[in-house]
């Protein structure tokens, strides 16, 4: 089992989280086993969202999805998002 973990500041969470809730499709296609989504409690705009793979690869592949990419802009991530890879 793989973890993808991706940290980002958000302009405003609830937009984002609109966003986020509307691209499970991608998720599922891009074989996303699970995860889960946190904020940081001293500031709500920063958000910290857990994926699980079944290997990295597929984690690493995910993170070049340009729907990924796409929706990210539409959800006004600010700043480029921090992605680490843990098996």
């Known amino acids: 089992m793989a973890l993808l ?49 079944d290997s990295v690869e597929a984690a690493r592949a995910f993170t070049t999805l340009p729907k990924l990419k796409e929706a990210m802009q539409r959800a006004d991530v600010q700043g480029e998002p921090r992605f680490e890879f843990y098996e």
């Open 5 to 53: 973990l991706i940290l980002h500041r958000v302009a405003d969470y609830d937009a984002w989280r609109q966003v986020y809730d509307s691209v499970a499709d991608m998720r599922e296609s891009a074989h996303v086993t699970g995860g889960s989504v946190h904020r940081m409690a001293d500031d709500p705009n920063n958000v910290l969202v857990l994926h699980y793979f």
